[in-house]
């Protein structure tokens, strides 16, 4: 039984597999919330599978890019419930389960752009199979402007960029867990891809007052 699981938008995304087919999934958007919302979420789709943690045989967890705070809520999970059921752990690109997602519809190639904040967007950009070209990095939206497809979260805060906005806006984990399943996304070791240095920084020695 797959445990996936992807916290690295705003949305806190859960679902078991069982080889076969998604048998549970959660989803709760919220931007603020995720070190709240993944445990309760977690319980949720073993209680409606009718297992225990113990059941589980792997855990595939979204490894972004996406914020520090929000990404490191689904990572540090996953490795830690993998390490305590001695089972693996697969990390898949976060942009990778959005354009499996959206390549089953449309036909063309496309990109994915998530909210990166400071007015920038992780993007990545695929074939019409959804095969990923280029990518992941981060972008201000204008350097990136595109009349090609685009979906996540990125085509609905930047339209001028992205006039061509499609759904999904977030990633699902029952998505990935089934990507993951038929082999449709590479699996990665699971750590994060920031791309950039988180916000928060050390602070530095203090300076002696003469």
Same mark, same amino acid.
């Given at each position: 039984?797959?445990?996936?699981?992807?916290?690295?938008?705003?949305?806190?995304?859960?679902?078991?597999?069982? $080889? !076969?087919?998604?048998?549970?999934?959660?989803?709760?958007?919220?931007?603020? /919330?995720?070190?709240?919302?993944?445990?309760?979420?977690?319980?949720?789709?073993?209680?409606?599978? $009718?297992?225990?943690?113990?059941?589980?045989?792997?855990?595939?967890?979204?490894?972004?890019? $996406?914020?520090?705070? @929000?990404?490191?809520?689904?990572?540090?999970?996953?490795?830690?419930?993998?390490?305590?059921?001695?089972?693996?752990?697969? @990390?898949?690109?976060?942009?990778?389960?959005?354009?499996? =997602?959206?390549?089953?519809?449309?036909?063309?190639?496309?990109?994915?752009?998530?909210?990166?904040? &400071?007015?920038?967007? #992780?993007?990545?950009? #695929?074939?019409?199979?959804?095969?990923?070209?280029? @990518?992941?990095?981060?972008?201000?939206? +204008?350097?990136?402007?595109?009349?090609?497809?685009?979906? $996540?979260?990125?085509?609905?805060?930047?339209?001028?960029?992205?006039?061509?906005?499609?759904?999904?806006?977030?990633?699902?984990?029952?998505?990935?867990?089934?990507?993951? +399943? =038929?082999?449709?996304? !590479?699996?990665?070791?699971? =750590?994060?891809? #920031?791309?950039?240095?988180?916000? +928060?920084?050390?602070?530095? /020695? &203090?300076?002696?007052?003469?």
């Amino acid at each position: 039984m797959l445990l996936a699981l992807d916290t690295a938008t705003p949305a806190v995304t859960v679902a078991l597999h069982n $080889g !076969e087919r998604v048998v549970a999934e959660s989803t709760v958007v919220d931007a603020r /919330r995720h070190g709240e919302l993944l445990a309760p979420g977690i319980a949720a789709v073993l209680d409606e599978a $009718g297992i225990v943690r113990q059941d589980l045989t792997a855990v595939a967890v979204g490894v972004g890019p $996406g914020p520090f705070t @929000g990404l490191r809520v689904g990572l540090v999970t996953a490795r830690t419930l993998a390490a305590v059921l001695d089972i693996p752990v697969y @990390g898949v690109c976060t942009l990778d389960v959005l354009a499996a =997602e959206a390549a089953d519809r449309l036909g063309e190639p496309f990109l994915v752009a998530t909210d990166a904040r &400071r007015k920038e967007v #992780y993007w990545a950009s #695929y074939s019409a199979l959804g095969a990923r070209l280029d @990518g992941p990095q981060v972008s201000r939206p +204008a350097d990136i402007a595109s009349e090609l497809p685009v979906v $996540g979260r990125g085509a609905v805060l930047y339209p001028g960029a992205f006039p061509h906005g499609l759904p999904p806006e977030h990633p699902s984990a029952a998505v990935l867990a089934q990507a993951l +399943a =038929e082999e449709r996304v !590479e699996p990665l070791d699971a =750590e994060p891809l #920031y791309l950039r240095r988180p916000d +928060a920084v050390e602070p530095g /020695r &203090r300076k002696q007052v003469s």
